[in-house]
């Protein structure tokens, strides 16, 4: 087993999820990592969604803090109804679970990494993590 790897975003997987452009790129799927959930999001047109609409409530999430970081190009987050502008470099943290949050792409090829977990809990990998990974089994 190796003590470390490095890898580019451009390198992992471009798995097409949602119905509005989003194409996820898994992050913790292919380091294997356990300690912590991280996933980047990638869109390649203006006005496509880069963040799903959501909250860390339900769905096997148990309440994960998350943290967004826009890599590149240009976002738009929604955060409870209310617009943050995000240029690459911005960083935006939903510290609360319950937080309505979404992100559209302002430019073509943003990327926006996410990272999240419980806050005082172990990991635990979410259910939607495999169901994203069959989908390009699914559709062909």
Not at 8 to 16: A, C, E, K, N, Y
Not at 100 to 112: F, Y
């Amino acid at each position: 087993m190796a003590r470390f790897e490095v890898t580019r975003i451009d390198d992992l997987d471009r798995i097409p999820v949602g119905e509005h452009g989003l194409l996820w790129r898994p992050v913790r799927r292919r380091l294997d990592i356990g300690a912590f959930g991280v996933n980047a999001y990638t869109c390649e047109a203006a006005g496509e969604e880069v963040v799903e609409p959501h909250n860390e409530l339900g769905g096997g999430a148990g309440g994960h803090e998350e943290l967004y970081v826009v890599l590149s190009g240009h976002a738009v987050f929604t955060l409870d109804g209310e617009e943050q502008d995000a240029p690459a470099g911005t960083l935006v943290f939903c510290k609360d679970p319950a937080v309505k949050r979404s992100a559209v792409a302002r430019e073509a090829g943003t990327t926006v990494l996410a990272v999240g977990g419980a806050r005082d809990a172990p990991y635990r990998v979410s259910p939607w993590e495999s169901y994203f990974a069959a989908k390009p089994l699914l559709s062909g």
